[in-house]
């Protein structure tokens, strides 16, 4: 029986085929569906934005396991086989480089880094030109969430953090809820989003939400591009709503050359590198799962269905 990758070359397939196989010589790995030459040998996939109705093709497939931390590049697929669960991966190495990198953006914004980067005819010496605030909001409270939360703690950053449904996190003011969202963005400096996308999360980050944080908040979009309602984000900062924002997804990647996001000066883009999917780091959590499924017990980081993460 087989363990079938099915990921684009930009995630690495084969570095993740060598990264298993360092931890299980007697695995059989196919890379890519081309090369299955037996569909009834395929027992586990690992895919991301995967063909539609592929995965239907292998009859004794026990799981799927999205290549992300996110599950929306696994559901895109409408036509997933029946009954068969799903998988996500929950990395600490993909938490360290997320937390690294909102840490990164905060503190450039907090210490106005680019302005001065920008303008480097100081006038005034030894003034301080901290940005105002010390209050992070975090949308989602998930794995990498709660990761961010502690790292903002320990930094003496006062933390707020909004879910779906009710949470506790150590040292975290948490919120849930529609009214729940409203009373963390009402204090809230800094918003990060961590949000998975789905149908609840879509468009939410627009006028009227973004309207209700505190003027000149800053926000940073790490979760999904299809969060943010792009043509409600430059209105904001033109009218000092929002002080900046750093865009790391976008609805369309790679974001085009004449997006108006690339050269707004209050805007900073990334390209979609805020964290990403080391193979030899998730590597054992995918065996773990494979050797679950195989033998019929409980999968690690399964993912609803009815909440689409």
Partial sequence: MSLLICLPDSMQPKSLCS????????????????????????EFAVVWNNPE????????????????????????????????????????????????????????????LLEHAANQEF?????DTRHPGNQIGILGLGYLGKAA??????????????????????????FFGIEGLTEMLNKTDYLINLLPLTKETYDL?????????????????????QTLVDEDLIPLLEEGQLS????????????????????HKKILVTPHNSSSTLPESVAPQILENYKRAISGTQLLNLVDLAHGY
Avoid at 123 to 127: C, D, K, N, S
Avoid at 213 to 224: E, M, T
Avoid at 251 to 260: G, V
Wanted: hydrophobic share 45%; charged share 20%; net charge positive.
């Fill in 19 to 42: 990264a298993l196989m360092l931890l299980d010589s007697e695995l059989k790995i196919i890379i890519g569906p081309e090369n299955v030459q037996n569909p009834d040998e395929v």
């Fill in 53 to 112: 109705g592929l995965l239907l093709n292998y009859p004794n497939l026990k799981a799927i396991s999205s290549y992300g931390h996110g599950a929306d590049g696994l559901l895109a697929d409408k036509k997933l086989p029946v009954g068969i669960p799903l998988v996500r991966l929950a990395d600490v190495t993909m938490a360290v480089w997320m937390s690294e990198y909102l840490l990164a953006v905060v503190l450039l914004k907090r210490r106005q």
């Fill in 123 to 127: 006038v005034e010496w030894g003034i």
């Fill in 149 to 174: 939360a502690k790292v903002f703690l320990n930094m003496g950053f006062h933390v707020s953090g909004w879910s779906r449904t009710i949470k506790q996190v150590n040292g975290v003011s948490c």
């Fill in 205 to 225: 980050l627009n006028t009227k939400t973004l309207s209700q944080l505190k003027r000149v908040a800053y926000l940073i979009n790490v979760g999904r591009g």
């Fill in 244 to 263: 900046g924002a750093c865009l790391d997804v976008f609805r369309s990647e790679p974001l085009p050359e004449e997006h108006p996001f690339r050269k």
